[in-house]
């Protein structure tokens, strides 16, 4: 009981501990720029600004923002579900000459830093003049390495006698991958939305280099709006960032049963 009630407690201080910097930025976000700045620092706000959340989202044009983050984060999520999908069933199911090997070179990039594309990817954006489109903020979101290695690893759970009960029905590749594993892979599917979907959202530096308009900046670009040369509105800042946190929250809640279902069982044979 004893030994129980100590990991309990250990839990729920790491719990907190992790909770801490949230709490700590929506605190920021209801001061005032003197609180911000006063020492002793204050943890919670002498009295609470509500107004700062409805200026930060006026001080910037936050409705395109969040606009221009959702139709690149739905386009990513989308396109990563179809496209990981369909190269973790070649990889996961089908059988082809050195399909282990090939997928093993296409492991391996996980292994260089996603800073060192950045540059080829960014002429060939600027050589097809997509700057400061919505193709240039998603095109190279539309598949993932990791994408495909968590799909293959689910479907090799899958039992391979439905496939096969499928086939001798006369279903081909594509009836078998539409209407035996996709409907099985929920959970799996669901975890890698989820993981494309809050990794497109909170993407900074790509957006950043692809665009140089306002009307195609999304919001984690936008937030980074209130720095300025010699000052930081932390106040504004935290209250927009409180707000762009929302939508990714949302998500995770919603899927959260798939979610954990999906890392769970991901990698069982």
């Known amino acids: 009981m004893l030994l129980r009630t100590s990991k309990f407690l250990l839990l729920t201080g790491l719990g907190l ?11 920021t976000a209801l001061m005032t720029d003197a609180e911000v ?18 200026e930060a989202l006026t001080m910037q044009p936050f409705g395109r923002f969040f606009l221009n983050s959702l139709v690149v984060s739905l ?31 296409y492991l391996s990039t ?6 060192v594309t950045i540059i080829p990817a960014f002429l060939i954006i600027s050589s097809f003049g997509w700057m400061n489109s919505y193709q240039a903020l998603f095109s190279p ?43 099985l892979s929920r959970p799996a599917l669901a975890t890698l ?6 990794g497109s959202w909170k993407d900074f530096l790509w957006p950043l280099l692809v665009t ?12 980074a709006g209130f720095n300025s040369m010699y000052a930081t509105d932390w106040p504004h800042q935290m209250a927009a960032a409180v707000v762009v946190l929302i939508p990714v929250v949302t998500v995770f809640l919603l899927a959260q049963k798939h979610f954990v279902r999906g890392i769970t069982m991901t990698g069982l044979k």
């Open 75 to 105: 386009a990513a999520t989308a396109g990563q579900v179809l496209f990981c999908s369909m190269a973790a069933y070649a990889f996961g199911r089908l059988r082809f000459p050195w399909r282990d090997r090939v997928f093993a070179i």
């Open 37 to 54: 700045y006063q020492f002793p620092p204050r943890f919670l706000p002498a009295e609470w600004r509500w107004s700062n959340f409805a």
């Open 193 to 198: 939305a989820i993981f494309a979907f809050m």
């Open 141 to 183: 979101l539309l598949s993932s390495v990791w994408g495909i290695f968590l799909l293959r690893q689910f479907f090799l759970t899958i039992p391979r006698d439905l496939e096969d009960a499928a086939r001798m029905d006369g279903a081909g590749d594509l009836a078998v991958f539409f209407r035996v594993i996709v409907p």
């Open 17 to 27: 501990t992790m909770l801490l910097p949230f709490v700590w930025m929506l605190s």
């Open 212 to 223: 140089n308009r306002i009307d195609m900046r999304t919001v984690e670009v936008g937030i």
């Open 110 to 115: 996980m292994m260089v830093p996603a800073i």
